[in-house]
């Protein structure tokens, strides 16, 4: 969640980095002194949800109240980098048309979140929602939770109420309603709450973990949401054997813990080694104890922090954080940095694998659908006019293999093989490829600027960005090798805005 900055940062002597951080992205290596033309960068997203301009990461708090979706997020209003964490605000009536809505949460002056309002959740108590989140203080160096290369910063959990329908303004307690660690413990971080409701009270996992020790999530319980007692860890990993400066690298840090319930089973999401991790397994209510009996990596791609809710009609939503992979002096000049993920559905199948697929909200705004069958004689070639497009291919028969590129300027700008030993390749590396299920494509892409996210099987996914990709230049192929055919459809996915701003 937080290496971005910290390796920007180390890049830079610590004055410059101040210099940096004060004046903001527009005052950088040469950056424009005004706003840039959002509205005709190509590599903007024109459907996926992102602020105006500035910096986003992680999703926070998503929540259904009152007809409405709201969605928190980490912005930094005054800069397109990392740093200045404020908790930003959009809602929707469908989750992809999005008004934005002021600022929710802002750093206060002299208090626990003065150098920040970090990741957390919200949740309804007695008919109030309630948002409980990670503030950081400068502190002394005993206090120090937040070990990542700075090693300043006191994490505390905090908890503000809505004072009004619209979750326009909230009221923050003043003090923490969790103001330290579990005593003995010297953590490698103390954030992200995920708080959740069960028969006899509140329960809360916080991301954290000790170093040669691993990764936790540790587990609290309340009655009123505002005195938490320690309990014990919910769950706990191991380190990866790398020794790195932040303990996210070396899995000695479990970020943005999400523990949920779904089809009757339980899950535990958690991000740590620049990855997310999913796991699904069993949770004693009694000894309250979750034991993982299947885990993988929920997208293999610029994804990150993911975080999940309940939709009015019992569906499991999960957002997730798409990142940069340019470099930061080239996302500060651009004015912008980072999105929301598409809204993904989770289901638990009966072997514990965790499935997923794209809500279906967004199939409003598909164009007209053009169908073809593709054989390896007679491959699917379209210039794209937009990069606003969904894709879908189903196998009608045995394959020997399947390729789907895109092409700028007739050169390969991202490619994505499905081989005859059912594996996906991106890049040299392969990753497990599940059967496809009843009406579920083999495989789904969705394009749109520079981000492209793909699921294949219902399974597995991939988030990857190109910013070479301009409409009108660029080309999708899909061809079949060696053997078979391929059912594919398309379509041109319409914008939520009419210049980019999202709303």
């Avoid at 279906?360 to 497009?389: C, I, M, N, W, Y």
Wanted: proline fraction near 7%.
């Amino acid at each position: 969640m937080h290496f971005d900055r910290r390796r920007f940062l180390a890049s830079l002597s610590s004055a410059a980095a101040a210099a940096f951080l004060l004046r903001g992205a527009h005052g950088f290596a040469g950056a424009p002194a005004r706003l840039p033309d959002l509205a005709n960068d190509p590599a903007r997203p024109e459907y996926h949800f992102l602020p105006q301009h500035n910096w986003m990461n992680d999703p926070n708090g998503p929540i259904w109240w009152k007809g409405n979706y709201h969605l928190f997020y980490q912005l930094n209003p005054g800069a397109a980098v990392w740093g200045d964490m404020h908790w930003g605000h959009a809602v929707s009536t469908d989750m992809v048309h999005w008004k934005h809505e002021p600022i929710a949460l802002a750093p206060t002056p002299g208090g626990p979140d003065s150098e920040g309002c970090f990741s957390g959740s919200a949740v309804v108590r007695d008919g109030v929602p309630t948002i409980i989140y990670t503030g950081v203080q400068n502190a002394p160096p005993d206090q120090v939770t937040l070990h990542d290369g700075s090693d300043k910063l006191r994490e505390t959990q905090l908890l503000a109420t809505a004072e009004e329908d619209g979750l326009l303004s909230w009221k923050k307690l003043a003090t923490p309603v969790i103001a330290a660690p579990p005593q003995g413990m010297t953590v490698t971080g103390f954030r992200d709450p995920c708080p959740w409701r069960e028969a006899d009270g509140w329960y809360m996992a916080v991301g954290s973990g000790e170093r040669g020790k691993g990764g936790c999530a540790l587990l609290y319980r309340s009655q009123d949401l505002r005195q938490w007692e320690y309990l014990h860890p919910l769950a706990s990993g191991k380190p990866n054997g790398l020794k790195a400066v932040n303990p996210c690298d070396s899995g000695e840090m479990w970020e943005c813990p999400d523990f949920f319930e779904v089809n009757g089973q339980h899950c535990l999401l958690y991000s740590t080694e620049g990855k997310v991790i999913w796991t699904t397994g069993d949770y004693d209510r009694r000894a309250h104890l979750y034991i993982a009996n299947n885990q993988g990596v929920l997208d293999h791609g610029a994804f990150y922090a993911p975080k999940s809710f309940v939709a009015p009609d019992g569906r499991r939503i999960l957002w997730g954080w798409i990142q940069e992979t340019r470099p930061v002096a080239e996302y500060a000049a651009a004015g912008w940095a980072g999105m929301m993920s598409l809204p993904r559905v989770l289901t638990i199948d009966k072997d514990g694998q965790l499935n997923m697929s794209v809500a279906s909200e967004v199939s409003a705004l598909r164009g007209t659908e053009e169908r073809a069958t593709v054989k390896q004689d007679s491959p699917f070639r379209r210039s794209l006019p937009t990069l606003r497009r969904e894709l879908a291919l189903r196998v009608t028969g045995e394959v020997g293999g399947a390729r789907v590129r895109l092409l700028a300027g007739g050169k390969t700008a991202w490619e994505y093989q499905i081989d005859a030993n059912r594996a996906m390749i991106r890049k040299g590396a392969g990753v497990p490829l599940p059967q496809s299920k009843g009406a579920q494509p083999l495989f789904r892409m969705f394009l749109d600027g520079s981000v492209i996210e793909t699921i294949t099987g219902g399974q597995e996914a991939i988030t990857s960005r190109v910013y070479t990709l301009k409409p009108g230049e660029t080309e999708l192929e899909v061809s079949v090798v060696r053997r078979g055919a391929i059912e594919l459809s398309q379509w041109p996915l319409s914008t939520i805005s009419p210049d980019r701003l999202t709303s």
